[in-house]
């Protein structure tokens, strides 16, 4: 590397950026590629090696081949993780649906620990919620 001439760091500049946007658009591909259920596990190690063998070509071509699935998996998977995070923090706080408060504070009142005045109280903060 000449880091006396202009046009040398400029080159080296060039080098790099376009290695780290052949990784980043490498990594997308890879988690395109095992996020797709459909696609069979022959076809996938065949991109593999393509990607391995002709980098910038197979990156080129797989984009162009599955670039509008690709949007669609990302967003499947997206929504996913969303609904995911949704029901661990519902668990988390210990948020029940009305029904279900209605339906512990009966059996409380069945199993005798509530009175009929403080069921009353529960079911009518459960609907109130």
Known sequence: MDWSSFWGVLWYTIVIFAFIAYLIVLFMILTDLFRDHKLGAGW???WIIALVIFPY????VYI????PGMNDRNRAAAVAAHRAQEEYIQHAAG?????????????LLDAGVVTPEEYETLKAKA???
Not at 57 to 60: D, E, K, R
Not at 64 to 67: D, M, T
């Open 57 to 60: 070509l197979t990156a080129f």
């Open 95 to 107: 948020q029940a649906s009305p029904a279900h408060q209605i339906a512990t504070a009966k059996s």
């Open 64 to 67: 162009l081949a599955r670039g």
């Open 44 to 46: 996938k190690v065949l």
């Open 127 to 129: 609907l109130a919620a």
